[in-house]
């Protein structure tokens, strides 16, 4: 089942643009010209992009009914108005905020990210390397010999972690933060001693990984 | 609002100050008389109330007098008449001992006697009880000669009342006491007067004082009560327009905070439209078979275009930033954290550019008092100048350094052609200018050591 897109701008040339370029990428989309009718649109939607000047209704306040109604799904800004004010206003409850002129490359990438993360997978495993994921089933395997790869709770959380933010450098403080709950302070070590096992169980080579990569000094990625 | 020059001389301070002046300079030639005059005019009063209170209270002057007088009147007078006339005193002064004694020294005393008296006078006896005025110290003696002279050989008489009916007349201490006092009394009248006057100019100017220094709620001075409509007067007035001033200015400048930031808002709407549209093309022209030559066009058309783009971006960020409209919150915070998660979101960009990212905040947290997002924005800011204009270095590092002595530092490295290189995307250099501001509002201080090897950029407390 492809992913659904709700997609709201007034502007025609840049909403036909859009709206065909996600088609063209696999997605199914929905696109009002208008705040209008986007509540029951949205209610099958497994994303939301969202204008802010729009006619009616703007797209903050559009975005915060949305936000109510439908808690889980993620809604990505999408607007020509890039002072703080403005994306500090969004991101009070929308997931992302992009501004305009942007590429629809990265347009795309957020949209996965968001998607990954809001948990709306999909049933097609993700292939890493020689690894296969089903997220859905939590069950990581060797592609070439269907071998369940058994991880602890850790290192689970951690690979998955990674997984929904597919292709972002996660710093150090904010993989350790997301997976143990406590302020970091100092978490270095644990958080290396864990990443140092779990390479050894899902990397060929765990002294040159390929599937977990450091960003020295920073933190960790994980490659699409 | 109208004001008037200058205050009506009546109102004014300065009348009223004339007015004490004036007293003051009067005080010598007029007070001082009157004084006098209030002196003798309670001196009088109290005589007249004295007697008042008790009718047989006499005066010694008075007495004197009047037995001279009388003893004038009896000149050539026969013995009933002058007997007649001593009876009338007798009734008057009934305490007092009156007699007369005739010029062969026979005593003629009005009984009731009193007081035993010679039955006949010798010359000596008259010449002393005259010069003594009387035999006795208790006792207050007048002796007349009758027809009030020697040479009327009528003999003559005399009058002696006890001192305890005597009015204790104003003496000339006491009256010069009651002087002194009424001078003392005009002083201090004439102090309180002075007193009063400055104490109230002083009020005022205290009051208008404090509703300066002292802001109302909302951050401006409170309006005053405007009293008398003299010069202070004038001034609580003007104060009280200048207060209505800085508050219509002040309801003003929130408009035009609240203008301004919907003219950039929808400035940056207006341009980033268009923008995306010609992008969209752009991006639609790219997919299709293009000569190399149209092909390069196209992707320096997509340079422009971001250039153009973040150029937008730093110009209103720049209009809110010099015109104070750039809200920014400080508080403290590790930014090695920031720092860690704009360069992971700058990354792949890096490596995209071929920049090689030697990146080195391992160890101690940094805790500045910044702000986040102003603190993000002056890393991207720096971040886009290496891509734009440093690429060529192929590098980038970040670190922290201390050195002994001085606050540690986040370092920013490049090995660029250095910042007086040409380049061929140099702008006005808005992204420094911003990057300068926002620090200078978090209290941060930037140096750069740019050279043609590359440029170090040093940002610390």
């Known amino acids: 089942m492809a992913i659904q897109l709700l997609y709201v701008e007034d502007d025609p040339e840049i909403g036909s643009w859009v709206s065909q370029d996600l088609k063209d990428r696999g997605y199914e989309v929905k696109w009002l010209k208008s705040g209008e009718g986007a509540l029951d649109a949205a209610a099958d939607a497994h994303l939301i992009i969202l204008d802010v000047m729009l006619p009616g209704l703007d797209g903050f306040t559009v975005g915060q009914r949305l936000k109510r109604n439908y808690p889980q799904t993620p809604i990505l800004m999408l607007s020509a108005r890039s002072s703080i004010d403005d994306k500090l206003q969004g991101l009070q409850f929308a997931d992302d905020y992009l501004t305009k002129p942007f590429h629809p490359d990265e347009l795309t990438a957020r949209i996965e990210v968001l998607i990954r993360r809001s948990g709306s997978l999909s049933d097609l495993p993700l292939e890493l390397g020689h690894l296969r994921v089903y997220e859905r089933e939590n069950r990581i395997e060797h592609k070439d010999t269907g071998e369940e790869i058994i991880l602890t709770g850790k290192q689970f959380q951690i690979f998955m972690y990674l997984i929904r933010h597919l292709g972002q450098i996660m710093t150090k403080e904010q993989i350790y933060e997301a997976v143990w709950g406590d302020p970091y302070l100092d978490g270095d070590k644990t958080l290396m001693v864990h990443i140092r096992y779990l390479r050894e169980k899902i990397e060929l080579d765990p002294a040159e990984p390929k599937i977990i990569e450091t960003i020295r000094g920073i933190g960790y990625r994980v490659r699409a | ?461």
């Open chain 2, 1 to 461: 609002m109208k004001f008037r020059r200058f205050p009506k001389f009546r109102s004014s301070l300065l009348s009223r100050y004339f007015l004490i002046v004036l007293a003051a300079l009067l005080f010598v030639p007029v007070v001082i008389p009157l004084s006098f005059l209030a002196t003798w005019l309670m001196n009088s009063v109290v005589t007249t109330s004295q007697e008042k209170a008790n009718p047989n209270y006499i005066n010694s002057g008075y007495l004197t007098a009047n037995w001279h007088d009388a003893a004038k009147q009896l000149a050539d007078a026969s013995p009933d008449k002058i007997n007649q006339r001593l009876k009338e005193y007798k009734k008057k002064y009934p305490f007092a001992t009156i007699f007369w004694v005739d010029h062969s020294g026979e005593t003629h005393q009005l009984p009731p006697v009193l007081r035993k008296l010679p039955v006949q006078w010798s010359l000596e006896d008259t010449i002393q009880y005259m010069k003594k005025g009387g035999s006795d110290d208790n006792f207050f003696t007048v002796v007349a000669f009758i027809g009030d002279s020697p040479n009327k050989r009528q003999g003559f008489m005399g009058i002696e009342v006890p001192r305890s009916y005597f009015i204790k007349g104003a003496s000339d201490s006491s009256s010069f006491s009651l002087f002194g006092i009424t001078l003392l009394l005009l002083f201090a009248f004439f102090a309180g007067l002075s007193y009063l006057f400055f104490r109230d100019i002083r009020k005022r100017l205290l009051t208008l004082e404090s509703a300066m220094h002292f802001p109302g709620e909302d951050g401006l001075p409170q309006k005053i009560h405007t009293g008398k409509a003299d010069e202070i007067g004038m001034l609580e007035q003007s104060f009280n327009y200048m207060v209505d001033q800085l508050r219509e200015s002040r309801i003003r400048e929130v408009e035009e905070e609240h203008l301004r930031k919907r003219l950039v808002s929808n400035l940056s709407h207006d341009l980033r439209t268009p923008l995306t549209v010609i992008g969209s093309h752009l991006y639609s022209l790219k997919k299709e078979n293009l000569s190399e030559q149209g092909s390069q066009s196209l992707t320096l058309m997509q340079d422009k275009m971001r250039d153009l783009d973040h150029l937008i971006d730093h110009l209103l960020s720049y209009n809110l930033l010099t015109s104070g409209k750039y809200a920014i919150h400080p508080k403290s915070q590790d930014i090695l954290r920031i720092v860690r998660e704009s360069a992971a979101a700058w990354y792949p960009l890096w490596e995209r550019e071929g920049l090689e990212p030697d990146i080195d905040l391992d160890g101690e947290s940094l805790i500045w008092p910044v702000d986040e997002q102003a603190f993000r924005r002056v890393l991207d800011n720096l971040f886009q100048n290496i891509v734009r204009h440093a690429k060529s270095g192929r590098y980038i590092g970040l670190s922290v350094e201390c050195s002994p002595g001085r606050p540690a530092e986040l370092v920013i490295h490049d090995r660029g052609p250095g910042m007086l290189a040409e380049s061929s995307t140099k702008g006005a250099g808005l992204g420094l200018a911003i990057v300068k501001l926002l620090l200078k509002e978090m209290a941060l201080k930037l140096d750069i050591d740019s050279t043609t090897e590359g440029t170090r950029m040093r940002i610390h407390p």
